[in-house]
């Protein structure tokens, strides 16, 4: 795709219908413990919303709480991305996605009845599993204008943290492989380590085996921070599962399209999706919370990885996410386009299985019926021109007989 194309025209307008809908909703107090949130870079004067952490301070001993505060607009995200142009395509009926995080509220607004979660995957105390599962399958409820990008898909949590929200390689690793062995045909990851794991590595490859396709964030959601509070050197260039073989990674972009600076950078990333200021669901309640960060991109591109696999069920995971890359929008980090990934042609090659529905057809086989045919209308034309010429010649000769007149 080219720079104005018509996901990025669609982006440049969303600041906008910001201003006009107020679909950019401010960030209020923190969802957990009393530390003030911080502001979202785009928060303007949309509605108070509850802030989502990645983790809380096992100190606080406070759990997310139930908002209060609905969104009545579609959130900015959903706008940009045409989320509801891609679900006449596919809602992603059939698609069971794992998400590996802090675990997912079975009862959460949206998910009721297809959430898969056991033991301490169904206690979401920090409430980020659930706002990502909502990101990518919830729902529209009465109320409120969000939704996520598959909203028939089905969810099976798995723990990668402990109760707080601290990601472990053990614990998201064997996250991945539980989600594998339910059935998950996506598996969402929130975290983004410093460091591999053989068990990680083990993990993900038998999930390339099992032929499921694996998103991770390709940077953490905030800076590392040593013990004492300040940082704790240089940030890794490269983060896990993220930089795996297979893994699609996925950094965030706000509303104008750019990454913040206050994170780390990536050396790498192959997709970007919103993840500033972004609208979602809590454990708890009917009211809209908030959330930023490449783990919330990740989770806005695993949706549509359930839109494709359940549209086009033939591509593998390695296809699906070529296919999801192939249709981007152009950009630094190309820019994930969820309706584009359903209905684009692709020239044969751009996906490695065939696919009738989308490609053009063949041209049909050579048939010699057609040269014959002019060979034989080419004949009968020049056996008539030397048929008028004889029939010429005799009638000359024929009337001079009858005249009497010789031959000059």
């Not at 056991?118 to 409430?127: L, R, S």
């Not at 297979?246 to 790498?268: E, K, R, T, Y």
């Not at 820019?335 to 209905?343: H, T, V, Y």
């Amino acid at each position: 795709m080219t720079d104005d194309s018509p996901l990025l025209r669609r982006l440049a307008l969303v600041p906008l219908l910001g201003a006009v809908l107020a679909v950019t909703p401010t960030v209020g107090a923190a969802a957990a413990g009393d530390a003030p949130a911080t502001p979202s870079a785009t928060a303007s004067a949309g509605p108070q919303l509850p802030l989502t952490p990645s983790s809380i301070d096992s100190g606080s001993g406070t759990c997310a709480k139930a908002s209060t505060t609905q969104v009545e607009a579609t959130p900015w995200a959903q706008l940009g991305l045409d989320v509801a142009r891609a679900n006449k395509y596919s809602a992603g009926d059939g698609v069971l996605v794992g998400v590996v995080d802090t675990g997912v509220a079975p009862q959460a607004a949206g998910l009721s009845g297809r959430v898969h979660a056991e033991g301490a995957a169904a206690q979401d105390c920090v409430g980020h599993g659930t706002f990502l599962a909502g990101v990518i399958a919830a729902s529209a409820v009465p109320g409120s204008g969000f939704a996520g990008v598959a909203p028939k898909a089905r969810i099976v949590a798995e723990r990668g943290t402990d109760q707080f929200g601290r990601p472990s390689a053990d614990l998201v690793a064997q996250g991945i492989e539980a989600a594998v062995a339910a059935g998950a045909k996506v598996v969402d990851v929130s975290a983004a380590l410093s460091a591999d794991t053989s068990a990680l590595r083990a993990a993900l490859k038998h999930a390339a085996a099992e032929d499921v396709l694996v998103v991770a964030p390709a940077a953490p959601d905030t800076a590392p921070e040593s013990t004492s509070g300040q940082s704790s050197g240089p940030p890794p260039a490269s983060y896990w599962p993220a930089a795996s073989d297979g893994v699609l990674s996925v950094l965030d972009v706000d509303i104008n399209g750019a990454h913040p600076d206050d994170v780390p950078q990536p050396v790498h990333a192959d997709l970007a999706a919103p993840g500033d200021g972004i609208t979602g669901i809590g454990p708890k309640g009917k009211g809209n919370h908030v959330a930023n960060g490449p783990s919330v991109a990740a989770a806005f591109v695993a949706g549509a990885a359930a839109l494709v696999r359940a549209h086009l069920p033939h591509l593998t995971a390695a296809q699906t996410a070529a296919r999801l890359e192939a249709t981007a929008a152009h950009a630094s980090v190309p820019l994930l386009d969820p309706s584009g990934a359903l209905d684009t042609v692709l020239p044969t090659g751009a996906s490695a299985a065939p696919d009738a529905a989308l490609h053009l057809p063949e041209p049909a086989p050579t048939s010699h019926v057609v040269p014959r045919a002019w060979a034989l209308a080419g004949a009968c034309l020049l056996l008539g021109v030397l048929a008028a010429g004889a029939m010429s010649v005799l009638r000359v000769r024929t009337s001079r007989r009858r005249t009497g007149a010789k031959p000059s």
